[in-house]
């Protein structure tokens, strides 16, 4: 087990950092090159972990794709039609967004595949994908009648669903809309609250038709899609590691970058203002499909607040720095409603509190979220990212402002996201 003494007692942060391309929008800019007709450009990809597992699924699917330096990628595509069988295993690695979509994408497809993960993968629950996908019409076996990897799917000739969601998931929506793609019919599905929307985006950037109405989408089968050149932004959910350390680190002012300024994932943002953060957002011209932005962030003198309700899918991966956030403000910090943080790479509602425990904050874990009473004074000790990659660089962020001396066990898990996260992080320390 590897582990790292992560600088402490951090006097100040200044400067500027370009944050690299937005995960979830980097994994579908190769997964709808790959399903559309012709060469698609993607610039600004993140090459993470994550990422790169879907590159190589969709290689072992057939699909050529060429990585050219600076996170600039090409996909030749031939439509859903243009997949092929693959001869071995499709190993998503860690993501979850990897698994998720791409069974909605073979749900389609006349032939066998077999999907496997790491031990992570291995424990997340894959029965909100399958039971839809089997009312579609797809034979689908796995662990623990369909709910656990190894997933063996059987897939082609697709009927359309109505379908609600039980709950919010931009992973399991999107899963669905891919599969509805390559339905005989128009696929229906209402979800009880908005998630990120990238998914629709890139169908209507890569010439196709969606429609959504108040929380009811539908989506046409049969449609063909066009390749595109497709520009990454800063993905929001890494640059709200720096945001969270401007904001608590003493005399700090940071500039980000090109970050991803869609409105279904700024719930970081709208904490942030609720909290009394020093923030200035510079909007760059709005290309027609993700809208980006510079942020500045300072030094500021935070407040508790109250975090639940709709913005909870928009922040679900930010919610590990927002805990931490809450231990510096003023007052108590309450957030609920996400249950959803139970089932990510790890239990995160139980590892938060565990972890920030260990450097002296005051936390406790509720059946839906937490409740963090600030402002904490955080001490020294050895903690662990568990494997989860939000919750290493949470931790790294926490040693800046802690007294003694604090060691991360398994710091490797942060390249899932962000391979250059300490390089950025050390460019900033005073």
């Known amino acids: 087990m590897a582990s790292i003494k992560l600088k402490t007692n951090v006097n ?20 709808f090159g790959a399903i559309a007709h012709g060469e698609t450009t993607v ?41 092929s069988e693959p001869k071995e295993v499709l190993d998503v690695g860690n993501s979850g967004t990897t698994i998720r979509l791409l069974m909605g994408i073979l749900a389609g497809r006349p032939f066998f595949s077999t999907l496997v993960g790491d031990e992570s993968i291995g424990k997340r629950p894959m029965t909100r994908v399958t039971i839809p996908l089997k009312q579609m019409g797809v034979k689908i076996d796995a662990r623990e009648n369909g709910a656990y990897t190894p997933i063996a799917i059987r897939g082609g000739n697709l009927s359309p669903i109505n379908y609600e969601l039980p709950v919010a998931s931009a992973q399991v929506k999107s899963a669905l809309i891919l599969a509805g793609l390559q339905a005989d019919g128009i696929t229906t599905i209402l979800e009880p ?19 959504k109405n108040n929380q009811t989408i539908t ?15 800063g993905d929001i959910s890494s640059a709200a590691f720096f ?9 700090s002012e940071i500039v980000l970058k090109n970050v991803g300024l869609n409105p279904t994932r700024t719930g970081m943002i709208e904490v942030l203002k609720n909290m009394g953060a020093e923030l200035e957002i510079i909007s760059n011209k709005e290309n027609s499909f993700e809208p980006s932005g510079d942020l500045i962030i300072k030094a500021s003198n935070l407040k508790g607040t109250v975090i639940a309700g709709d913005i909870i899918p928009t922040l679900i991966d930010e919610i590990p720095i927002i805990a931490l956030m809450a231990t510096q403000a003023e ?9 959803e943080l139970k089932v990510k790479e790890t239990n995160r509602i139980d590892t938060v509190v565990e ?10 874990a509720t059946a839906d979220g937490m409740i963090i009473n600030g402002k904490s004074k955080l001490t020294g000790g050895t903690v662990s990212s568990h494997g989860d990659h939000r919750i290493g660089m949470m931790l790294a962020i926490a040693a800046l402002i802690s007294d003694g001396e604090v060691i991360l066990e398994n710091p490797e898990s942060i390249s899932v996201s962000y391979p250059n996260f300490f390089t950025h992080l050390n460019q900033l320390i005073q």
């Open 193 to 211: 609250a908005s998630t990120r929307d990238h998914t629709e985006r890139m169908i209507r950037q890569f010439g196709g038709e969606i429609a």
């Open 331 to 339: 007052g108590t910090t309450i957030i609920k409603d996400a249950e």
């Open 43 to 83: 610039t600004n990809f993140l090459p993470g972990e994550d990422c790169l597992s879907t590159i190589s699924c969709f290689r072992k699917l057939g699909i050529r794709i060429e990585e050219e330096e600076n996170g600039k990628i090409r996909i030749y595509g031939a439509g859903f039609e243009g997949l």
């Open 243 to 251: 945001l969270a350390a401007g904001a608590i680190v003493p005399n």
């Open 12 to 31: 100040r942060l200044n400067g500027e950092v370009v944050i690299p391309g937005d995960k979830s929008i980097s994994h579908r800019s190769v997964m």
């Open 355 to 364: 972890e920030l425990r260990k450097l002296g904050a005051s936390i406790e």
């Open 219 to 233: 989506v046409q089968g049969g449609q063909r899609l066009t390749a595109q050149d497709v520009h990454v932004p």
